[in-house]
């Protein structure tokens, strides 16, 4: 790995970008697509402040920021945009994120969720009156949503950026300019995936003239990438969403040679970034602050965590580091109701009827009381049904639930306790396969999500709307959990953390909240804890994680277990009893945390 140390020291009123050459980095061999192994981290412990990332090159742009007396917002700008470069598989300039922000006195939710273009409308995936396989539609302009990434991140850095916009993108500019050392993980990634191949620049620029895939180790160098994200430095957003790139974008989409978009230059420039509130939701001596919809994740988490607070202990529920069979029944049978709920009622706020003016009546106590008495001995399997929050009219079909895979999370706690947690995405992996060089003529650029395909593929079921089907304009339902936790008595921040993952990002962050608040692990023990997921069906638990007797208990009880590769990429930092931090970051990536 390219030894880089981009350091930023502050000269009068100018910051520098000044380079020392001592930062080195082995990555781990595990990755999602192989799944080889898995290889336990030991946890970070710091004394002022933290970033944690899915990538070491990102996590130290964000550190160096930190160091520059940059805050929280400021370095997760700098650690995205690396991850635009180092990570391109899970997120960039050009698809969305969610940031959950804390400035010592109130936490805000910004809002870069993808849009549907003004174009779009239920049939967008039906093709000869069925809807598209799914892969058929991932790459295709017909995915592509209008980006928000940068846009978000922007309007956070203009109401609380103490650093200048265009320092923050000097790591990542040097790094495409001057390359960086291709990962396993990212060379695999490459290798895995044929569609990625049939792009007319993707191929050209991650693969040889023979289809294979740039090695392990050798150095990759992106100058349209550095061209582009030059002019968002000078320009801010409007570089991305006018002018030349955003044509380009436009183009790349609408002249698919197989299934193309119709998004437009008036899609693109037209795009806002929202400020949400945020949902913050008390939980025993815990407040827990996550994202509204359009996003999924808080409420389901949420009715997870508070159907359970209503069990009976079974068992302990740690046996020799892995969960228990009883735990792990009703966290199962807890995650099927959450989801019918989740599937029947959660989209894009400005398009479907909340249960409650702000969502409450589906985390209300009494509600979920009455949805942990249907969890017994035996598993509901796929009968799980939603239930009746409360006076609420409005029924939707619930929508099958799809994999995703291209997310990344970062966390980061700066000097001064500012907080953010940001999950930040292209949804599948490579997203659209669509790579995008800004019309600069060079060799790479940034890829283009697929997030429309986290839409229903179809508008109605049994003559039943689904909430979360393709509309104008419209924000595509996510799972990503970004949250900040803080002790009620106090007030003060305990934990940031959120994990990519698809619709298991939820399993991910709720069992990981439980393990650090109710088992007294630490952030990086908690992370280290095997998965198991249902998303209504059938369970997975990780491969090769779960002892026999485990499965078979879970079997016993009617679950219909397989096992898979579970790669969460989890990022937690948790604030100690005497202020210290200590970090964890998901042993099935190649992130670390970094901080002084």
């Given amino acids: 790995m390219l030894p880089l140390r981009a350091r930023l020291t502050l000269t009068g009123l100018l910051l520098v970008p000044m380079y020392s050459w001592g930062f080195s980095y082995e990555a781990p061999s595990i990755t999602p697509e192989v799944g080889s192994g898995y290889e336990e981290k030991p946890g970070w412990a710091t004394s002022t402040f933290a970033v944690a990332a899915a990538n070491p090159l990102a996590t130290d742009a964000g550190y160096q920021v930190l160091q520059a007396g940059g805050n929280a917002i400021d370095a997760a700008i700098a650690v995205q945009m690396v991850l635009t470069l180092v990570e391109p598989q899970s997120s960039g300039i050009g698809g969305g994120a969610f940031l959950m922000h804390y400035d010592g006195a109130n936490v805000q939710a910004y809002d870069g969720r993808e849009t549907a273009p003004a174009a779009a409308n239920g049939e967008l995936f039906i093709e000869e009156g069925e809807p598209l396989a799914f892969m058929d539609a991932v790459a295709s302009g017909l995915s592509v949503g209008v980006p928000g990434t940068v846009r978000m991140l922007e309007k956070a850095h203009a109401e609380h950026g103490q650093l200048p916009w265009e320092v923050l993108f000097e790591p990542a500019i040097t790094l495409a300019e001057e390359g960086f050392a291709v990962s396993q993980r990212l060379h695999t990634s490459l290798a895995n995936d044929e569609a990625l191949r049939q792009d007319p620049l993707a191929g050209s620029f991650y693969y040889g003239a023979d289809g294979e895939p740039i090695e392990v180790g050798e150095t990759l160098t992106n100058p349209a990438l550095a061209a582009i994200l030059q002019r968002i430095a000078s320009e801010g957003s409007a570089a991305l969403h006018g002018g030349d790139i955003a044509e380009d974008f436009v183009n790349r989409v609408r002249e698919h040679p197989v299934r193309p978009g119709a998004i437009t230059i008036e899609d693109m420039s037209g795009y806002e970034a929202l400020e949400r509130e945020p949902l913050c939701t008390p939980w025993q001596q815990w407040e827990v602050c996550g994202f509204p919809p359009p996003s999924s994740g808080h409420i389901t988490v949420m009715q997870i965590l508070g159907m359970l607070d209503q069990q009976p202990l079974l068992e302990a529920p740690l046996d020799n580091g892995v969960s228990s069979s009883g735990w792990l029944h009703q966290f199962l049978e807890a995650s099927r109701l959450a989801f019918a709920d ?255």
């Fill in 342 to 596: 989740r599937g029947r009622y959660i989209a894009d706020p400005a398009f479907v009827e909340a249960p409650g003016d702000d969502w409450s009546l589906m985390l209300a106590p009494d509600y979920l009381s009455r949805r942990s008495a249907l969890i017994n001995q035996d598993s509901m399997g796929e009968n799980a049904e939603p239930g009746n929050p409360g006076d609420f009219a409005v029924s939707f079909a619930s929508q099958p639930e799809q994999p995703e895979y291209g997310t990344s999370h970062i966390s980061i706690v700066d000097a001064d306790g500012n907080a953010i947690a940001m999950t930040t995405t292209i949804e599948q992996a490579f997203g659209s396969r669509i790579l995008a060089d800004g019309g600069t003529g060079l060799p790479g650029g940034y890829l283009l999500n697929n997030e429309l395909t986290d839409f229903s593929f179809v508008p109605e079921i049994d003559g039943e709307p689904v909430a979360n089907r393709v509309e104008p304009g419209k924000r595509p339902r996510s799972s990503m959990s970004p949250t900040l936790v803080f002790d009620q008595d106090s007030g003060k921040l305990v934990a940031t953390l959120g994990s990519p993952g698809g619709a298991a990002i939820i399993h991910y962050t709720a069992r990981t909240l439980l393990a650090m608040r109710d088992w007294g692990l630490s952030a990086q023990e908690a992370l280290n804890l095997p998965h198991a997921i249902t998303l209504g069906g059938d369970v997975f638990v990780e491969e090769g994680r779960f002892p026999e007797t485990t499965i078979e208990s879970l079997r016993e009880r009617g679950h219909v277990v397989s096992e898979r590769e579970l790669t969460s990429g989890l990022q937690a930092i948790m604030r100690l009893e005497d202020g210290s931090l200590f970090g964890g970051a998901d042993p099935r990536r190649e992130g670390v945390v970094m901080g002084d």
